[in-house]
């Protein structure tokens, strides 16, 4: 990204009506830890959680297409309770 600082305020100004998150690491240590920021909006897929629940919900067509691809794999995993 050429302006990763415009970047990350735009993506700030998003976040405010629209889903996503934005991270950010300041700690450095040389050889060890960089900076870091990642951030993303309008995901495509919800994941919440609560004590050992969790839930995946599809925001959008693309959502559903990897909530499909991604049942399969839960589908056979004895850790999930319920699909």
Do not use: C
Request: cysteine-free.
């Amino acid at each position: 990204v050429e302006d990763a600082h415009g970047a990350t305020e735009a993506l700030v100004d998003a976040l405010d009506d629209r889903r996503g998150v934005l991270m950010h690491s300041s700690y450095e240590f040389p050889g060890r830890y960089a900076r870091w920021t990642v951030g993303f909006s309008d995901p495509p897929v919800l994941l919440s959680g609560r004590a050992r629940d969790f839930a995946l919900s599809a925001l959008n067509d693309r959502g559903r297409k990897i909530l499909q691809m991604l049942e399969g794999h839960l589908r056979d995993d004895d850790a999930v309770a319920s699909l």
